[in-house]
């Protein structure tokens, strides 16, 4: 059974690798700031189903370790973050399009500063499903597995 530790590298480990697909099929510059916000986000949702339902006994997975929640939930949460991140990355291509046409360094800081903060949100917004689907990855390969409904 994946531990707490396990767990954490398990949904960073899932976040990083989603960004580097998306990476390499989307002919996007690589940018640090999305790799780090999907694989910071991949961890804290890698651990999203024990804080709801803890692990206080054995059987202790429920709705939200549930093999119906991964088929249902989780593919609706991937297209509304899917979303959610094109509208960052939109707004981080506005503002380094502002900043190469601003005139002071005072003005370049601000609009590289935003699109920095948004490209970090279009990063966290790609590794949550990711995380959260790695927690319930690592759960049903052990010999309890997940249950049907929960």
């Known amino acids: 059974m994946a531990n707490h530790k396990e767990h954490l590298l398990y949904g960073a ?24 916000g999907a694989a910071l986000s991949g961890l804290v949702a890698a ?19 549930s093999v119906t929640f991964s088929t249902t939930a ?10 959610k991140r094109e509208e960052h990355l939109k707004l981080a291509d506005k503002y380094t ?7 002071s360094e005072q003005e370049k800081t601000m609009w ?5 903060w948004h490209k970090v949100a279009a990063g966290v917004l790609l ?3 990711p995380g959260y689907a790695s927690h319930l990855l690592a ?7 997940l249950p049907l409904f929960g």
């Open 47 to 65: 651990k999203l189903p024990d804080l709801i339902e803890p692990a206080v006994h054995p059987n202790h997975r429920s709705t939200f370790h």
């Open 112 to 116: 590289r500063q935003k699109a920095f």
């Open 139 to 145: 759960d049903a390969l052990t010999p309890k597995s």
């Open 13 to 36: 480990a899932a976040g990083a690798a989603v960004y580097l697909i998306d990476y390499n099929l989307s002919g996007r510059e690589f940018s640090v700031a999305e790799f780090i």
């Open 97 to 103: 399009s502002l900043a190469a046409q601003a005139v």
């Open 127 to 129: 590794g949550m499903v």
């Open 74 to 83: 989780l593919p609706v949460a991937w297209q509304w973050t899917r979303g």
